[in-house]
């Protein structure tokens, strides 16, 4: 039997990857329609599909940086709560593994980008 939170996880893991999708898919079919109007083609000869690659490449990497760092804050905000409970001179130390995480997110950005570049 499937429990509701595994279904309401799916579920906000296929909205995320779609949001990242759409946010970089006009790039790639922008680079598409200027290659048909007879526009002078990238360097290396670019085709249409391998532009829609790399716009779904780079919005899975988006989506799933933010996922990835979504599931790793919401344990480290968990225990950390915990701790500033029983001792709260340990904030410093929870704020600092709290932006750890982050940093996944700000690489899958940057691939992100890196990917589009590629267009």
């Known amino acids: 039997m ?14 995320v990857l779609i949001a990242g999708m759409i946010t970089f898919m006009p790039m790639a079919v922008a680079q598409d329609h200027a290659a048909e109007e007879g526009a002078a083609p990238a360097a290396g000869g670019d085709n249409g599909m391998r532009g829609i ?5 780079a919005g899975l ?23 500033i409970a029983e001792k709260p001179e ?15 997110v700000i690489l899958g950005f940057v691939i992100g980008f890196l990917l589009l570049n590629q267009l």
């Open 2 to 15: 499937v429990t509701r939170s595994l279904v309401a996880k799916l579920g906000f893991a296929a909205l």
């Open 53 to 57: 690659g790399l716009g779904i490449g």
């Open 61 to 83: 990497a988006v989506g799933l940086a933010g996922i990835g760092t979504g599931l790793a804050q919401s344990g480290v905000g968990a225990g950390g709560t915990g701790a």
């Open 90 to 104: 340990l904030l410093t130390n929870v704020l600092i593994l709290f932006a750890i995480p982050e940093t996944i």
